[in-house]
């Protein structure tokens, strides 16, 4: 019993880190910009077949037969991070300059179309490039379940949560530590007056959409070993990871990294119980959240100013 | 009347094609367009018109499918008994679906109404010994006459005679009292309960109707297929039905139908590479965004639409000494409104403590102090916007303590802004007939269908409208997009809004802010002729000659507190409100105003 619970517990940890990460990337764009990505499963997903394109790059294998085992490991993997950080950024780049710039800011919210329209086109590119078949991509320390306590837990579940840990004490730091992180939260707080001083505020933009894009990517890189990676994989995992930053308050960086943490052990509690309803038991919860606290847990009541 | 000739004949015209096509595969074509025409129909009433986003129409789709096939398979129901069901049981969910949204905004509403659809996703997929999963329901009773299921030809006929029948009560509906009120919504709701219109149930309507019509379609799609199973119940197909709506042209009456042509034949023709059409719908979503926001209507409407004609002058006309549409008289002992002891508090911040005022009918009050006095928050509390932590506003004897704003308005208080609230992309004269809605009596049903009733409400409601703009000389701008006039028109309008609500008592927040001292005067005559008209006004004014010139009492705040009232010669040598205009030496004044004057000093 009490291993089931341990396991539990470990696998919520390392789903609730990528949620974490996922909603730390929502609250990224959304403080800087009031936008977000509506498409971020798509980039999830697109960011977990890039990462095995790499890897086959890497390990000089074909194309046609499946991973071996041993492509990740060594540099392969975290140098496969890096590179589909990088291009996920480009298209998180892409992403605002086609579909964000031109209605952030206006009435009626068409960055919420704009955004989903953006998601379905890479969705369709990656269809036709990789097609819908999930892939299997193995994790660099190996598939082999370590025993703790008479649970089993799986390397990449805790390379997930360490990777995840550590990217987000990295954001964290520079978001209150550096001038950089110091202009984004000016740009959050009020563009203009952002601006005024001397803020380049659509660079600042730009790379809040670069960022959040490129940790959508290595989110997906680094859940793909522990389901398969698949095109469809991120939407599920996006709505999840945005529900855990409603929770926790979107303009609430460590509210949503608290959030993302939650929901993952939420779910890991109710797979204890029944498997199947996991999804349903989590978003009825959040609509409900959401109807007694609208702001999420953490979020700051906003005043409209009559 | 010509709008209804030309959807009659588009109609007929369609099911003349039906008529003369013996192809299976063009009538399932055909069937599919009404579907979604269905679905964007009501879609358009949310989108459109309330401006609300749901990205989880699909969930609707499937209460409305699912409804009918359980009803005719478990419980053996009549099939033209079970679609009224279904549908019914879909304007349930539509409930269910809008409550949250009356409390969530922006982001998160968009993410609720898309957690309802993958919640009903799941539902039927998972809990296949109710719903049979993705093995489905099979044996749904389809649609008969006498006893003979519809052939495909009969489905698409049933398809457009229902899209026609809605489209035409659709459009009572949306061309008079609700259109409007929905489109208040999309534009400011604070603005649109300050006119009226009950913000929070005109929401969940719109939501109702987006949820009946789609629960009619998947009903349709349920009965025509005899068969029904999780695969139709997509994050995609609640993604395409807002795309048709945006993509024929959200907020136009022939935006669906356009749409829905387009994309199912797009789609028919693209199907056979599912990549491609992926790739269209997402480029369309993108690009119909971009290039035209008003979707194919508003192109065509570019085509084909009249050249706008010279721009009528943009200046107030001499006003019409016309009488304003007004309740009917009552005597009112006493103060028409009486505040006591109201408080109000943010944090460390009190715009109000302990305030009390009693504003006599007939009169012109002024509500003076410096910036930061408490002044917009009396307003925003007399007229509901925010409620008073403690005290007791009374309005011709009831308490408004707990009224909402649209209940307030309809006692007979009107508003307006400080910074304008004017719906700014509707026209003068509908800015003017929300400011009706709550003096008009249609209800649902009569504006439904259209019943005289309805129509002489409307034709009562413009002709009043008609005389305010003459009351203040606006007449000819009636047709002019608010957002569009000089600045100083602009806050006519707001003007015209309010008493088109019919006030007892007007509450006007810097009415003059601005304004230059001609058009300052000018509006110091028009108050002076809307008093005469018998409506009492509270007004919060920096111009200390207009001020002077037409009030009859005189209220100072300064601090969240009253530190002085009476007529303006009273308070104008009060030595206390001198202090806190110009801060004079704190050791001559009375004791009760001297933190006000440190604070300045």
Redesign the interface.
Known sequence: MLATWLQALVSGLAIGGVYALIALSFSIT?TTTKT?N?SQGEFIGVGAFLGVAVLYLLSGQDEGAALAPGASAGFNYPLAAIAVGAAVGVIGILLFI??VR??AGKP???W???T??????????G??IWGPAPVNLPSPFGDDVIRIAGAGVRPQEILVLVVAIVLMIGLDLLLRRTRMGKAMRAVANNPSVAALMGINVSAVMIGAFALSSALAGIGGLLVAPIASASIFMG?GIA?KA??GA?VGG?DNPRGCIFGGFALGLLEASVALWQA??R??VI??L??LV??IR?Q?LFGART??K? | MRHVLAACIIAALAAGLVAVTANEFYLRILFSACVYLLCALGMNVLLGYA?Q?S?GQAGLFGAGAYSVALLTTSLDMNPWLALVLAVAISAVFGVLIA??SL??????L???T???G??VE??VT?ASDVFGGAMGIYAIKPLTIGGVPLSMAQWVWLGIALCLGIHLLLRNLLTGRFGRAFLSLQADE?AAGAVGVPVLRFKVLAFVIAAATCGLAGALVAQQNQYINSDFIT?NLS?FI?LVV?FGGSGSLVGPLLGAVTLTLLSAVLARW???E??A???????A??AM?KGLAGVLSGVFGKIAGPKAAAEIRPPADVPLPTRPAIVVDGPLLQADDVCKS?GGVRPAHNIGARLMPGDIHALIGPNGAGK?TLI?MLSG??RADAGRIAFLGADLKHATMHAICHRGIART??NL?LFRELSVLDNVLLGQHARMSNGFLSSLFGLPRARREEARARQRAGAILDFLGLSHLAEAPAGSLAYGLQRRVELARALATEPRLLLLDEPAAGLNPQETAELGDLLLRVRAQGITILLVEHHMDLVMRISDHVIVLDYGEKISEGTPALVQSDPRVMAAYLGTDVEEMAPASSHAVAGLA
């Open positions: 959304f977000l509506f086609t579909a031109p209605f009626g919210m068409s919420v179309m704009s989903i329209g953006f998601g379905i086109i890479l969705q369709s590119i269809l036709a939407l709505l945005f529900s409603i979107l199947q309803w999804e349903i978003f009825l959040i609509i959401l109807a609208p999420g005043l409209d009559v | 401006g986003k990205l409550a949250p409390r969530v905004r922006g982001p998160a968009a993410m609720v898309l957690a309802f993958i919640v799941k539902v998972e604070i994050f993604i807002l945006l599912s990549w491609i992926r790739f719908n997402g480029a369309l979503l993108l690009f965004l971009y926001p943010y917009s925003n916007v925010v802004f400080q609230r």
